[in-house]
């Protein structure tokens, strides 16, 4: 073992004089205003052994392009390893658009396939006047990021870990399961045929606190097992429930604190309970997301408003809060080993059988229409991800995927570049030997959600082959490699 190193930093990515795209839904979003700003921060941690820099974004995702273009400009920095940097994202719904159009290739085979003269109508136009680009959001994006990751090397400090622990009602199951079997992201609940919901949830609040050589607290590295996607629908940016955490954390202990929100496994996860529906207060265009027979309930706030996301960042702050106090030795040498990987995993296929059924589902859907949007895209979207798969799988079968495994003292810290299902991160966690087990998630790379197989046996949005890349084969083999490589690194120590 050897003493801590820790460095900090925190940059905007606010966009400071124009409006945005926002993605993450089936609709064009141009922002507004701003609700709450969107940051990207960094976490240095280095020993005389090895290192890390773990970088967090208000983002939907954080693409492997990204960070391999933000490495391209970090080679110069003396001792620090540029694959040795992660780029996460929280996921929220509110944020920058860096890469264009994200269901390009889905929305080119839906107009593909539309009869002549059936025309595709957007709800808004992104490429308005005073609209940042793609290209510009990119741009700030990298040279931020890249900003960050320097100013969190120059700030090592010798410094100190603690470990935390918090519990809190934050993510929940949102796949509804039927007496046919079947299931649905965002089902109706009221109803007489709903079973169960598919797979349970993670309230375990994984905390890291750090401290500066006078032992005064710097920093806290959180891990919640939801998305930011309390406010997914508006048309403002922001940095959701997490911009709401660092607010009270801040107004707690001090403004100088750094906050890095990391998002664990939570593919089948939202911020609402569906048991007790709290419809919004607004109007929302989402297609998945329709209530006829809603009931009033005293339950949250409604979590598609801004007192939603509020109440979240109330609860995870008191529980940090309470963890803070609970704190009662702190540790400067600790043992940190970083493990970074390539896996390669099945790319989930589909049948012949099933592209010619899409084929033809496609075509009755459209029948007859002179004009579809947004609602009719997302209505195809099942027939559309198994047409595109077909034409992906003929000439590829594998995919490359980046992971990073780090043990820093007695806690493991692991990544995805997935929307991973709950129950993949419950059998790492149950099973690692660390203390506590960090699962960050949307990590190096965005491919999509990775269901289970009872989630791909029930069907529906996040569940079907268009969802993602890899299916349940491809999850079993990312848990089990996870856990083999926190073996080697904890050895016998558990």
């Known amino acids: 073992m050897s003493k801590l190193i820790i460095g900090w ?49 208000d983002l939907t995702t954080a693409s ?18 540029p694959m040795k940097i992660t780029l996460g ?31 595709y109508k957007q709800v808004v136009n992104t490429t308005a006047e005073g609209v940042q680009t793609p290209e510009e959001g990119r741009a700030m994006l990298v040279e931020r990021v890249r900003e960050v990751v320097r100013m969190a090397w120059a700030d090592r400090k010798p410094g100190y870990i603690a470990n935390g622990f918090g519990r809190a009602a ?95 496994a939570a593919g089948d996860i939202c911020p609402r309970d569906l048991i007790r529906w709290v419809e919004p207060h607004t109007p929302i265009l989402d297609p998945n ?15 598609f408003e801004i007192d939603g996301a509020k109440k979240i960042g109330r609860r995870i702050a008191r529980e940090v809060l309470d963890a803070l106090e609970d704190v009662t030795e702190l540790t400067e040498d600790a043992p940190l080993v970083h493990k970074s990987f390539t896996m390669e995993l099945p790319f989930r296929r589909v049948t012949m059988g099933e592209y010619n059924e899409a084929k033809e589902s496609f075509a009755r859907y459209i029948e007859g229409k002179t004009e579809v949007n947004y609602a009719d895209k997302a209505n195809t979207l099942f027939q559309c991800g198994i047409i595109e798969r ?31 299902f709950v129950d993949f991160g419950s059998q790492i966690r149950a099973r690692s030997k660390a203390h506590q087990t960090f699962l960050s998630q949307l990590t190096c790379g965005t491919y ?22 890899v299916g349940h084969a491809g999850g079993e083999m990312y848990v089990r490699k996870v856990l083999t490589v926190i073996d080697e690194l904890f050895g016998d120590e558990a």
């Open 170 to 264: 934050v993510g929940m199951n949102r796949r509804v399961c039927y007496d046919d079997g079947s299931a649905k992201m965002w089902g109706d609940t009221n109803n007489a045929c709903f079973t169960t919901l598919e797979a349970g949830n993670d309230s375990g609040i994984e905390i890291l606190f750090t401290y500066g050589e006078d032992k005064k607290l710097r920093g806290a590295m959180i891990n919640v097992s939801c998305p930011s996607q309390v406010l997914e629908h508006r048309s403002f940016i922001s940095s959701d429930y997490w911009g709401k955490v660092k607010r009270y954390l801040r107004e707690a202990v001090g403004e100088e604190l750094y906050v890095l929100g990391m998002c664990g």
């Open 390 to 420: 077909y034409h992906q799988q003929q000439t590829k079968d594998l995919i490359d995927v980046e992971v990073h495994v780090i043990r820093l003292g007695n806690i493991a810290i692991a990544t995805n570049p997935f929307e991973l």
């Open 64 to 81: 492997r392009n990204l960070l391999d273009e933000v490495r391209e400009g970090l080679g110069d920095i003396p001792g620090l390893d």
């Open 448 to 469: 999509g959600y990775l269901p289970t197989k009872h989630a791909e046996d029930g069907g529906h949005y996040s569940a079907f082959v268009g969802s993602g890349t």
């Open 89 to 119: 994202a929280t996921h929220t719904h509110t944020s920058i658009n860096y890469k264009g159009r994200t269901d390009k290739a889905s929305l080119d085979i839906f107009r593909a396939y539309l009869p002549e003269g059936v025309e």
């Open 9 to 57: 930093a925190e940059r905007s990515i606010t966009p400071e004089d124009k409006r945005v795209s926002l993605v993450g839904q089936f609709y064009e979003r141009i922002s507004e205003y701003v609700e709450e700003p969107l940051t990207v921060t960094a976490l240095a941690i280095e020993t005389e052994d090895d290192h890390a820099v773990i970088v967090s974004g």
């Open 289 to 303: 997301i329709e209530r006829l027979n809603v009931l009033p309930r005293k339950a949250d706030p409604s979590m």
